[in-house]
């Protein structure tokens, strides 16, 4: 059975065979969906909360 998952950043499902897997030194799993979650969250240090286009937005 594979497992769907979902992206760490956006909040959508990931396909089967796609997206990729960030491990931290911390043992913090991290899933993303594209290069461009994984920049947001990593580099960036976004909050997926005030970024419009995620699932995760919360309107005021």
Same mark, same amino acid.
Do not use: H
């Given at each position: 059975?594979?497992?769907?998952?979902?992206?760490? @950043?956006?909040?959508?499902?990931?396909?089967?065979?796609?997206g990729?897997?960030?491990?931290?030194?911390? +043992?913090?799993? @991290? @899933?993303?969906c594209?290069?461009?979650?994984?920049?947001?969250?990593?580099?960036?240090?976004?909050v +997926?909360?005030?970024?419009?286009w995620?699932?995760? @937005?919360?309107?005021?």
């Amino acid at each position: 059975m594979v497992e769907r998952r979902v992206c760490s @950043f956006c909040g959508n499902e990931i396909e089967p065979g796609t997206g990729k897997m960030y491990i931290k030194k911390d +043992a913090t799993i @991290f @899933f993303f969906c594209s290069n461009k979650c994984q920049k947001n969250k990593i580099k960036l240090k976004r909050v +997926a909360r005030r970024v419009r286009w995620t699932k995760r @937005f919360e309107r005021k």
